[in-house]
């Protein structure tokens, strides 16, 4: 009985051991337990496959598996380096013509459209002259007549040479009026003039030619004032292409400081000594200078562009994207000593553009002459000869000769308020050009104290950045060698390589605005031309005598200024020379 008890259990315990067996899970050989996967964040290369024009395609959108776990950051390609990876549009000097400032400028006296233009207006004022002095000249010019009829016109019938019919008498006879004489008359008939104009006297002539020749002066001013701007512009033009070439430097010595400062970094969090915080830190530096070169770069191609404008250079297809042209030359610093009261009475007294006014009012004056010789009497002359043909023989040789003169005259004693009228509008004219004239005095005033600030307070900041760039440089060595020591910190480079950068770029900007504000110097005081001005025919011999002095002692109409009662104290005389220019 024992046993048997000990066989049903052994049989039981048998059973369960096979049912708990049956009912477990698959070994791991059959379902393998999930573990992580990591997965690279470096974006795959694409296929790249040209197509049929030669262009390279790439597909915009790649697929990248979603990472498990955040990888570290994927080190940065230093080859071909951030610097040359960055520049990629298709912008070459190479085979460029080359300027320099001197020849930039000759290039845009003869090329720029602003003086061409300039110099044809003067070719117009001329033919103005032309036209208004041929009316005080003669005017002598042949005229002819001829008149021919049909003979069958006066032979067939009693038609006269006016084509009517003749009334016919009782007997059936036409009468023989005034259509049979002229029956009679030769087929061809004419007449030949040549009679000649001349104007004795008006009052509107005259002045109205003398205000052409000041139309003229102010073409001519007008000229010389855009010559000086011009001028100007060039080089403010081409100083701010050098600045943005120089910048182009500023920046890309920036990047790669900063890209090898990212490779120190990197290469300490591989060995462990520094945190993946100063990788992330030098990496997000790196990538905030990358768009400032970029920005660089462009502001250097459009300034480029700007100056073949303003030079007249047309677009060349051969050359494409490429650069129109070289600019060789640097950002000079020659101080000039500046004496303002000096610089603003020379202003005054050079400036073609108050010389322009002047011109304004001397042609109003005579348009107002103009306006009141409209009142008095008008004379003409008018004589010639005259060759008649002869009605009744087809001779040629047959002819009436002889000479006719006559004189005609008017007056417009009354035209109810006409002439006045006139006389009212060009007197008013004439208050607006001298208010005129006044304020562009006050304008070149303020020109020349402008410029004279700006060029004050650029030499300034040059001399407040002469030592900065040093001891920046000097900052950015001392920053790196404390954190080489392990005194300093990342942030201190970072900081340091910052004010570099900033320093180099107002040392820059400094240059470029003492330039540019030396050459508007120029411009406003009038001496921006004095060393290109050749006008061989072109300025007028009024223009060098004193109908054209400016100075603070005369007023619009070039006469010597009365005392202002708002000022104290007397007016000091200022002698008057002729203008030289």
Do not use: C
């Not at 032309?130 to 003669?138: D, E, F, G, S, T």
């Not at 259509?179 to 000649?196: F, S």
């Not at 009261?341 to 400036?351: F, N, P, Q, T, V």
Request: proline share 7%; aromatic share 6%; glycine share 6%.
């Amino acid at each position: 009985m024992r046993k048997q008890l000990l066989a049903g259990g052994f049989a039981l315990t048998t059973l369960l051991v096979a049912l708990l067996a049956f009912g477990q899970s698959p070994s791991p050989t059959e379902r393998p337990a999930s573990t992580p996967i990591l997965v690279s964040t470096a974006t795959p290369a694409p296929t790249v496959t040209p197509n049929e024009s030669g262009t390279v395609s790439v597909p915009s959108t790649l697929a990248t598996p979603a990472p498990l776990v955040t990888p570290l950051p994927s080190p940065v390609k230093t080859e071909p380096g951030v610097v040359e990876s960055t520049n990629t549009f298709q912008w070459s000097e190479k085979g460029a013509p080359v300027f320099t400032i001197d020849t930039a400028v000759i290039t845009a006296l003869q090329q720029n459209p602003a003086v061409l233009q300039a110099l044809e207006e003067i070719r117009r004022t001329k033919g103005v002259i032309i036209q208004i002095r041929a009316q005080a000249l003669p005017h002598i010019g042949p005229s002819a007549t001829l008149d021919w009829t049909d003979p069958n016109i006066r032979e067939n019938g009693p038609l006269t040479t006016f084509g009517t019919v003749a009334a016919p008498t009782p007997t059936g006879t036409p009468i023989m009026g005034i259509g049979g004489v002229k029956n009679l008359r030769n087929d061809l008939l004419y007449t030949i003039k040549v009679t000649g104009t001349q104007l004795v006297f008006n009052g509107t002539t005259w002045p109205s030619i003398r205000g052409t020749f000041f139309q003229r002066d102010s073409a001519y001013f007008a000229l010389r004032d855009t010559i000086d701007q011009v001028i100007s512009t060039v080089k403010t033009q081409f100083y701010q292409v050098i600045l943005n070439r120089e910048l182009i430097t500023v920046q890309e010595e920036s990047v790669r400081l900063l890209e090898s400062q990212l490779k120190d970094q990197q290469n300490r969090f591989e060995a462990g000594t520094v945190p993946r915080f100063n990788v992330l830190q030098a990496q997000v530096q790196l990538y905030n200078q990358i768009p400032q070169l970029i920005t660089a770069r462009n502001n250097y191609r459009i300034s480029i562009l700007q100056l073949a404008k303003t030079l007249g250079l047309d677009f060349n297809p051969a050359r494409g994207v490429a650069a129109p042209l070289r600019v060789v030359g640097q950002l000079p610093y020659v101080p000039r000593k500046i004496d303002l009261l000096a610089d603003i009475e020379g202003a005054k007294r050079s400036r073609p553009f108050l010389k322009r006014a002047r011109a304004n009012v001397l042609n109003q004056i005579e348009q107002v002459h103009v306006a009141i010789g409209s009142w008095l009497p008008n004379v003409n002359a008018n004589g010639g000869g005259e060759w008649l043909s002869s009605e009744l023989n087809s001779s040629f040789g047959d002819v009436s000769k002889g000479w006719l003169t006559t004189v005609t005259g008017s007056w417009p004693i009354f035209d109810s308020g006409m002439a006045w009228g006139k006389i009212q509008q060009q007197r008013a004219i004439l208050s607006q050009q001298e208010i005129t004239y006044d304020d562009d005095v006050r304008q070149v005033e303020l020109e020349v104290q402008q410029a004279a600030s700006n060029l004050l307070q650029n030499r300034e900041l040059i001399k407040a950045t002469e030592k900065t760039v040093e001891q920046a440089d000097e900052a950015v060595r001392l920053a790196k060698a404390r954190l080489d020591a392990g005194a300093g910190t990342q942030l201190d480079v970072l900081n340091a390589q910052v004010q570099l950068t900033t320093a180099q770029s107002t040392r820059l900007q400094a240059l470029f605005g003492y330039n540019s504000a030396l050459a508007e110097f120029d411009r406003v005081t009038g001496t921006q031309s004095s060393y290109t001005e050749q006008f061989n025919g072109i300025a007028p011999h009024a223009t060098r005598t004193s109908t054209y002095y400016t100075g603070s002692d005369v007023d619009a109409r070039g006469k010597p200024k009365r005392r202002n009662p708002f000022e104290p104290g007397p007016v000091t005389a200022i002698s008057r020379q002729p203008s030289s220019k």
